[in-house]
């Protein structure tokens, strides 16, 4: 049983900067997606970013060069460094993660994802 929570959201001004964390548990296929997604109140949740057990790395545009994808296998920890954060960040940010088939890429896709973790709020005033 794969289980992930989220921790390290809160509030803060435009610029500044929020390192979310992801523990997951229970993780135990050799190759493997994991993310970071995020909804904001009335719309559909988006990819954010997606590593694989290899370390490639995929971010959406309106974030790349601000935030930055990695993970701790040591731990088992996902996290999301997110610097220069603008009001359009806010939002509920999910972690997930899927095992991964040989050959197949990690996208930044809800339905290629089959463990959620709860959700955890970040909130960027101007």
């Known amino acids: 049983q794969v289980h992930m929570v989220e921790s390290g959201g809160g509030s803060v001004q435009t610029g500044g900067s929020l390192r979310l964390s992801c523990a997951a548990a229970?993780?135990?296929?050799?190759?493997?997606?994991m993310g970071w997604f995020r909804q904001a109140p009335g719309k559909e949740r988006e990819g954010v970013a997606t590593?694989?057990?290899?370390?490639?790395?995929n971010y959406m545009a309106s974030v790349k060069g601000r935030f930055t994808i990695s993970r701790d296998s040591s731990n088992n920890t996902l996290y999301l460094q997110m610097n220069s954060l603008i009001p359009g960040d806010t939002a509920m940010y999910f972690c997930?993660?899927?095992?991964?088939?040989?050959?197949?890429?990690?996208?930044?896709?809800?339905?290629?994802?089959?463990?959620w973790g709860q959700g955890i709020q970040v909130t960027v005033s101007s």
């Open positions: 229970g993780i135990s296929f050799r190759r493997f997606c």
């Open positions: 997930a993660s899927s095992p991964r088939d040989v050959g197949r890429f990690c996208r930044p896709l809800q339905t290629d994802f089959t463990y």
């Open positions: 590593i694989s057990e290899d370390d490639s790395k």
